[in-house]
């Protein structure tokens, strides 16, 4: 071996440790996120610092091939920002071999990556990111130098990312994806009686502190039972999700909806007394008189009746709850006696 060639071996060598270093100080930042959202962008911000990408998007597959990838309740207006969709068939066109996809070709590639993402782009590198065995995204890098990527290029680096990333991400989902369970329904997405709990004890602590009142409204679906006995469980559940997805639209963004059991939900509305709360189940109940449920070829009536208490300061939250419930079922003895 010539004096050249082994000089050549040296710096080569050197550039790899450097490499390794930057990669091993990337997976130490991503090893330290506690959500999947906060992983991502430590390492968007990483690897675009570290080696100097004009700009990093993470592309996913729409719809994702993993069912509880990205749960819609739990994304960011950051993560929105920072990814965009594309078909799992475009993406497999990219790796078919499960490989890193480099070029610096880009006239035949808007057709899969929207032109705005190339702009000012000579060169681009895809790399792909596994799940459980499967493609689910890949991670886009953009430079304006056309050298820095190319099919001639070696992928060692990148591969070594691309399983580094994928772990990271599968360990973070799968740990998120557990605590949501643990918090949200998961029939219909609203919080559970857990969260309930610490809300309504929170609305205690602030009320005791500052004074500041707070109602509670405890709702139940009209004739659940009905619904099931006539059209089965599966447009029980469906009635359950709208329910849920309308309340949640309809409240404020410091109120919050939760199901507490069954066909039964509960809203905490801040700052609301009792009058306030009265007007708020008022217009909760007349919204679904309005607008019945849009169910296989026709609509579906969906009703419901919000029994409402307000905290004094001096009840407990199971005597606020059941408040609310002697309440609710007052309403509906009240409406049955003049139906009669």
């Not at 857990?194 to 707070?214: D, K, N, S, W």
Request: hydrophobic share 40%.
């Amino acid at each position: 071996m010539s004096e050249l060639e082994i000089e050549q071996l040296i710096a080569n060598s050197k550039a790899n440790e450097k490499i390794a270093l930057k990669l091993f100080e990337i997976e130490k930042e991503v090893l330290a996120s506690k959500s999947c959202d906060e992983l991502l962008q430590r390492l968007l911000n990483s690897i675009k610092q570290k080696f100097n990408i004009t700009s990093i998007t993470l592309l996913l597959v729409e719809p994702t091939p993993i069912s509880y990838l990205f749960n819609e309740q739990l994304q960011s207006t950051w993560k929105h920002r920072h990814s965009t969709k594309i078909s799992l068939e475009q993406l497999q066109a990219f790796h078919p071999d499960e490989k890193p996809f480099l070029t610096n070709k880009l006239d035949n590639l808007t057709s899969a990556i929207p032109n705005d993402l190339l702009i000012q782009s000579q060169s681009i590198a895809l790399i792909p990111l596994m799940l459980e065995g499967q493609l689910f995204g890949s991670l886009l890098f953009c430079d304006r130098d056309k050298n820095r990527f190319s099919n001639n290029l070696g992928t060692f680096h990148l591969e070594q990312l691309a399983a580094k990333v994928s772990l990271c991400l599968s360990n973070v989902l799968i740990r998120e994806q557990l605590e949501y369970m643990a918090h949200y329904d998961r029939l219909t997405g609203v919080a559970n009686r857990r969260l309930m709990e610490v809300c309504i004890a929170e609305e205690l602590v602030r009320q005791h502190r500052y004074g500041a009142p707070f109602s509670l409204l405890f709702i139940d679906c009209d004739k659940f039972k009905q619904v099931n006995d006539q059209h089965g469980h599966d447009c029980g559940d469906k009635v359950l999700a709208y329910v849920a997805t309308k309340l949640q639209g309809l409240i404020r963004d410091n109120d919050r909806c939760f199901r507490y059991a069954g066909d039964e939900f509960v809203v905490v509305l801040a700052s609301q007394n009792y009058s306030e709360a009265g007007l708020a189940a008022k217009r909760l109940s007349q919204f679904f008189v309005n607008h019945p449920m849009p169910y296989q070829d026709t609509v579906l009536p969906v009703t419901i009746t919000c029994g409402v208490a307000t905290s004094d300061g001096k009840r407990s939250m199971s005597e606020l709850l059941k408040a609310a419930d002697t309440h609710l079922y007052q309403l509906k003895n009240t409406s049955q006696q003049t139906l009669v």
